[in-house]
């Protein structure tokens, strides 16, 4: 899980956004990015190969507070959204403290966005982690198109546990902080507990 850096006292996070091809797990990690302080911010790195991408960068919320005298930094990531590139999916989730399910609201995308709830939960299962134990937030990306499935039908549908869910559509920022806040705390939450 988290990993304490002792001689910068800095414990770090890893959140993980988790979802479909074309969903908006990169929309997110690009809004946020592009609206956190230059100094409170690490870069913006990309691996690429020919036919995936994984996003990955890392921040310094300057008003967190500190936990028994170290800052809190957090990396955020992003899987490759094909459901065929599961060997890279699973090599990201390893040492997760939380995660953000990123499901796309259009109709014709439903069946992508269960077949990846389902296959996030088989591969935290896979390396030994419980859904029901790891703290993770919902987002229901791309409110702002035609032909989306009501909120009320993806909760029952990816929310059966209850957690925190928003309502987004991350091309204009909505909601994208929102979920961000939300999964920090429970995060955090999670890391005083252990303290």
Excluded: W
Excluded at 10 to 38: A, M
Excluded at 147 to 155: K, Q, S, T, Y
Aim: with cysteine; glycine share 6%.
């Amino acid at each position: 899980m988290s990993f304490i850096n002792y001689s910068s006292k800095e414990i770090n996070c890893k959140i993980v956004y988790y979802g479909p091809g074309l969903c908006g797990k990169t929309t997110n990690l690009n809004y946020i990015y592009s609206h956190i302080r230059p100094e409170a911010k690490g870069k913006m790195i990309s691996l690429a190969t020919e036919t995936e991408r994984t996003l990955f960068f890392d921040f310094l919320p300057l008003s967190l507070g500190e936990i028994r005298g170290f800052r809190t930094r957090f990396h955020l990531y992003t899987v490759p959204g094909q459901i065929f590139y599961d060997a890279s999916r699973k090599l990201i989730l390893k040492g997760v403290d939380g995660i953000v399910f990123v499901a796309d609201s259009q109709v014709d995308r439903l069946d992508a966005s269960i077949e990846s709830f389902e296959n996030m939960k088989e591969n935290l299962r896979e390396q030994g982690y419980d859904l029901a134990h790891i703290p993770y937030v919902v987002q229901y990306n791309k409110r702002d198109l035609p032909r989306i499935v009501p909120v009320e039908d993806l909760r029952k549908i990816l929310n059966i546990n209850g957690v925190p869910d928003f309502e987004a559509i991350a091309t204009k920022g909505v909601g994208v902080f929102d979920t961000l806040k939300a999964i920090i705390k429970l995060v955090l939450i999670e890391l005083k507990k252990s303290s």
